[in-house]
């Protein structure tokens, strides 16, 4: 059966504005395949299993929608609307999202196979299950959002913000977390085998029964939390490495505004956690 998607897309916008006189828009099961939806306003519709792969959604207002076991694979998705959209068990592999917003999205046991969501807003969304392997999530917005149980082998979150984020039993293993925020996180029982970590907040994370190469260590040094691995010593918000530490101590001390015994007494520290992680100093 042909599909007029013009007319339903005009049906669905009178439908919007006034829901007793346009027809909300049912794309259930529909296929279309390559179709050219860019600018499209279907916030509200409802796309349940259609397919939707190659098809062209740049920028469309998709809010709300149920895309719910849709299939999206390939699809661009640049600088899409889709808060509040439910896209549980959706097929989204090689999808393009740089820039979407799915903040509060349901993405739980979606397929983000090597997907480009970098820069995309996904605060408060639900991704426990989904597969994101390989994907792009570099300077992502995952604040807050539920990754329990993602596959996230092999993906990009460099520079991404997991704030708060549950990623507990997740598997992160190969994984790019390099200056990646994990304050707060919850990384219980998660895999980090082979993960970059350089550079990551770790503050205040939760990292029992972590799977992980080398040991991380949480304290505090006078007021900041502090957190140790093998590559470097994160003060608050001052990353170095180890042999910055050790020659600039003094300095970064006086900046912190800490007193010349606070220095003596963190620089102790200090060459304790090189030594433990690093070897004897010569």
């Known amino acids: 059966m042909t599909i007029n998607i013009q007319q339903i897309l005009a049906d669905h916008a009178l439908w919007i504005a006034d829901n007793s006189v346009g027809t909300r828009a049912n794309l259930s099961g529909a296929s279309l395949f390559g179709a050219d939806l860019s600018g499209a306003d279907l916030s509200g519709a409802s796309l349940f299993g259609a397919d939707l792969s190659g098809a062209d959604l740049s920028r469309a207002n998709l809010r709300h929608a149920n895309l719910s076991g849709a299939n999206l694979s390939r699809a661009n998705l640049f600088y899409a609307k889709l808060y509040g959209a439910d896209l549980s068990g959706a097929d989204l592999s090689g999808a393009i999202l740089f820039g979407a917003d799915l903040s509060g999205a349901d993405l739980s046991r979606a397929n983000l196979r090597h997907a480009n969501l970098s820069g995309g807003n996904l605060s408060g969304a639900k991704l426990y299950g989904a597969n994101l392997s390989g994907a792009n999530l570099s300077r992502a917005n995952l ?16 520079g991404a913000s997991l704030f708060g984020a549950d990623l507990s039993g997740a598997d992160l293993s190969g994984a790019n977390l390099r ?16 993960a970059n970590l350089s550079g990551a907040d ?73 030594e433990l992680l690093c070897g004897e100093l010569t």
């Open 143 to 158: 604040f807050y959002a539920n990754l329990s149980g993602a596959k996230l082998s092999g993906a990009d979150l460099s």
């Open 202 to 274: 770790l503050s205040r994370a939760d990292l029992s029964r972590a799977v992980m190469d080398t040991p991380v260590y949480q304290f505090y040094l006078g007021k900041y939390n502090a957190v140790a691995t093998k590559d470097y010593l994160r003060v608050g918000c001052e990353v170095h490495s180890w042999d910055e530490w050790l020659t600039n101590y003094s300095e970064y001390g006086v900046s912190a505004s800490f007193s010349d015994k606070e220095i003596q007494d963190h620089s102790r520290v200090i060459k304790l956690f090189y």
């Open 179 to 194: 200056h990646a925020n994990l304050y707060g996180a919850n990384l219980s029982g998660a895999d980090l085998s082979r």
